[in-house]
């Protein structure tokens, strides 16, 4: 059983920078896979990054790549999203993610993540 937390949501000017963290319980956190995903108001949840379970192969969707930075310390059982240059289009719910599938698995699917996050909220002004 794993248990996520995420914080770091926030409310933030266009073209600025947040952090997003996700903190996980549980011995094993270094054996699964980790994913961020958000959700928009009237929009189903899509996939963010995703970072293999010893951080060496990270995935991006392509909206995101060059802005955001998905990372993680498997001493303290947390993982990162860094978030710059943030749009209004980034606007949303993110969710944190843990698999036990590769991590290339959570690009294509959310129904590969098994537990998640209650989410953080980003709000990007104009």
């Known amino acids: 059983q794993v248990q996520l937390v995420e914080s770091g949501g926030g409310l933030v000017q266009a073209g600025g920078s947040l952090r997003l963290s996700c903190a996980a319980s549980?011995?094993?956190?270094?054996?699964?896979?980790m994913g961020w995903f958000r959700q928009a108001p009237g929009k189903e949840r899509e996939f963010v990054a995703a970072?293999?379970?010893?951080?060496?192969?990270?995935y991006y969707t392509d909206p995101v790549k060059g802005r955001f930075t998905i990372s993680r310390d498997n001493a303290k059982n947390t993982v990162y999203l860094q978030m710059n240059s943030l749009n209004p289009e980034d606007k949303a719910v993110y969710y944190c993610?843990?698999?036990?599938?590769?991590?290339?698995?959570?690009?294509?699917?959310?129904?590969?993540?098994?537990?998640w996050g209650q989410g953080t909220q980003v709000t990007v002004s104009t």
């Open positions: 993610a843990a698999s036990r599938a590769p991590a290339q698995d959570m690009v294509e699917s959310t129904r590969t993540s098994n537990y």
């Open positions: 549980g011995r094993t956190f270094s054996a699964y896979a």
């Open positions: 970072i293999s379970w010893s951080g060496g192969i990270t």
